[in-house]
């Protein structure tokens, strides 16, 4: 998978008044809703820099850029770009737990926006998540999964155009085999999780993505 293809995954997620694309680089912006690859430029081309970090600026938001792994950004890290997170498009297993999780409908958005900001210990962004998540779901293309534990709600994932986008599990319930048995629950597609979370989103890497900001 190509950044412009990890693109048009997310672009659902992110305002189109504050979106768009400079010289042949998209980027996505949602200043309400900074999680994942809400904030960010898909891929880099010297040519568009300058015009991309005044747009990130305008909005409040740290310029970034997401490439693939191996790419060229010395040029980056000369004006001061970090990476600041990694990104990893998986393959998912199945799992004998995947029974745990029902499918949800549109209508239950709030609650898929709390469970995935407590995942991601955002919660101020659980409004602007569930908007967003509200309209995906009453699209064909989009789906989403709860997990439960002991009758509790303990986990989400959020999946469009056949790939996860986001899952997470709230912290409570880390390491009892909820994020294996959401993974397992949208087999065998796709699902793209930050570096550091296979212990709890198990999937075999297929792409890896690096994000580079200036703060």
């Given at each position: 998978m ?5 693109y ?9 008044q504050?979106s768009?694309?400079?010289a042949g680089?998209?980027y996505?912006?949602?200043p ?5 690859l809400?904030n960010?430029?898909?891929?880099y ?9 005044a747009?990130f600026r305008?909005?409040?938001?740290p310029?970034?850029f997401?490439?693939?792994?191996g790419s060229e950004?010395?040029?980056l890290?000369d004006l001061g ?16 737990r ?13 609650t898929?926006a ?23 779901l009453?699209?064909?293309s989009?789906q ?7 009758g ?6 959020f999946?469009h ?10 912290p ?11 993974i397992g ?10 570096a550091g ?19």
């Amino acid at each position: 998978m190509t950044p412009r293809e990890l693109y048009t995954l997310y672009r659902p997620l992110a305002s189109r008044q504050h979106s768009g694309e400079v010289a042949g680089i998209p980027y996505l912006l949602q200043p309400s809703f900074p999680l994942l690859l809400a904030n960010t430029a898909f891929g880099y081309a010297e040519a568009a820099r300058e015009e991309l970090e005044a747009r990130f600026r305008a909005v409040g938001a740290p310029p970034a850029f997401t490439v693939l792994e191996g790419s060229e950004v010395s040029r980056l890290l000369d004006l001061g770009y970090r990476a600041t997170a990694a990104f990893e498009l998986c393959q998912s297993e199945p799992s004998p737990r995947a029974y745990w999780t029902e499918q949800v409908p549109w209508s239950e958005a709030w609650t898929i926006a709390r469970l995935l900001t407590e995942a991601y210990q955002a919660p101020q962004w659980r409004f602007a998540l569930a908007q967003q998540v509200g309209k995906l779901l009453q699209a064909p293309s989009g789906q989403a999964f709860v997990a439960y534990l002991y009758g509790d709600a303990a986990g989400a994932i959020f999946t469009h155009q056949d790939t996860g986008l986001l899952a997470g599990v709230v912290p409570p319930r880390l390491g009892n085999g909820v994020g294996a048995a959401l993974i397992g629950r949208i087999h065998p597609r796709p699902f793209v999780r930050l570096a550091g979370t296979e212990a709890e989103l198990p999937g075999r890497v297929l792409s890896r993505f690096i994000r580079y900001a200036l703060e």
